[in-house]
């Protein structure tokens, strides 16, 4: 298995420390006391738990998620991220003081309908938007605190982005998309590599129009993890695609999480999939309403929706 390589600097001020490496702990581990309007739940024969914040807070300090693969702290930190839109004389509230801690090798399912603030929260972890208050620390770094240059780096270097539109270059191959990022990066895999990982050997020099949906979006995934991001953040990888094809997507990144163990996101308006996360984080009306940890995770070969 391949380990996420190790930091490298986006701020000339400031050094990054190295990872530490995710091993694969049980997520049976007994629960913190659980704060006030946020029910924690254990799945896959726990029931309900006696209590446990499960790395997610309603205010206050954090203390660290007891199923965190590694034990160690956490990848990220965000604490009372607002995001306040303005249109003209309209607020629009997208988040309204976000408690969120990630931890490596992580799994997570942000669930929730349309306009709950789930996009908004990833694009805040992933440095395309900032919060209006709050901060977010990715390791010891705050991420609110850096200008657009920083960000920039932080991007290129860390994290994976998959998005619901494929976003590929018509024009190029699939190895050349991917190849797109692999000139770029400190530390890549090769394009081939990337393509293997995602299940695309034999579709590796066909352009986009003559791939699938679902293999246009592979294509997406493997060029985000071309990098080797300790970080895939991803936002409704399965939006586009009918039940078959989405199904092969998600194998593609559970295998992306659980070879180069980087911390995953996914969100998402289907309840199945939250089922092959190890947590599952819900999401409504700009706030966080419920943290669901799946002791038993379900194959995505095996969902049905």
């Given at each position: 298995m391949r380990m996420p390589r190790a930091l490298t600097p986006f701020s000339r001020r400031k050094q990054f420390p190295p990872p530490t490496e995710p091993k694969r702990a049980s997520l049976s581990a007994d629960l913190a006391t659980n704060t006030p309007n946020?029910?924690?739940?254990?799945?896959?024969?726990?029931?309900?738990?006696?209590?446990?914040?499960?790395?997610?807070?309603?205010?206050?300090?954090?203390?660290?998620?007891?199923?965190?693969?590694?034990?160690?702290?956490?990848?990220?930190?965000?604490?009372?991220?607002?995001?306040?839109y303005r249109m003209g004389n309209?607020?629009?509230?997208?988040?309204?003081?976000?408690?969120?801690?990630?931890?490596?090798?992580?799994?997570?399912?942000?669930?929730?309908?349309?306009?709950?603030?789930?996009?908004?929260?990833?694009?805040?972890?992933?440095?395309l938007d900032v919060p209006t208050a709050g901060s977010v620390r990715f390791q010891d770094?705050?991420?609110?605190?850096?200008?657009?240059?920083?960000?920039?780096?932080?991007?290129?270097?860390?994290?994976?982005?998959?998005?619901?539109?494929?976003?590929?270059?018509?024009?190029?191959?699939?190895?050349?998309n991917v190849a797109l990022v692999t000139e770029?990066?400190?530390?890549?895999?090769?394009?081939?590599?990337?393509?293997?990982?995602a299940g695309l050997s034999d579709r590796m020099d066909h352009f986009p129009s003559q791939l699938s949906g679902g293999e246009q979006q592979r294509v997406a995934i493997a060029r985000a993890i071309a990098k080797r991001p300790q970080v895939l953040l991803c936002d409704e990888p399965t939006g586009a695609l009918d039940v078959k094809t989405g199904i092969v997507v998600l194998e593609a990144v559970e295998r992306v999480n659980r070879e180069l163990g980087a911390t995953t996101v996914v969100i998402t308006h289907n309840v199945t999939i939250a089922q092959m996360a190890d947590r599952v984080v819900t999401i409504f009306d700009g706030r966080i309403s419920g943290v669901k940890i799946?002791?038993?995770?379900i194959p995505p070969r095996e969902l049905q929706w």
């Open positions: 946020q029910a924690t739940e254990r799945t896959g024969g726990g029931g309900r738990a006696s209590g446990g914040d499960a790395g997610c807070h309603t205010g206050g300090d954090s203390g660290r998620w007891p199923g965190a693969r590694n034990g160690g702290e956490a990848v990220f930190r965000a604490r009372g991220l607002t995001k306040v309209v607020e629009v509230h997208a988040l309204r003081g976000v408690d969120l801690d990630l931890f490596p090798g992580e799994f997570v399912v942000l669930l929730g309908p349309s306009g709950s603030g789930k996009s908004t929260l990833l694009n805040i972890l992933g440095g770094h705050d991420l609110t605190a850096e200008d657009d240059r920083a960000l920039t780096r932080y991007r290129r270097d860390h994290v994976g982005f998959v998005f619901q539109f494929y976003n590929l270059i018509p024009s190029l191959t699939a190895r050349e770029i990066a400190r530390d890549p895999m090769t394009p081939e590599e990337a393509l293997r990982l799946n002791d038993k995770k």
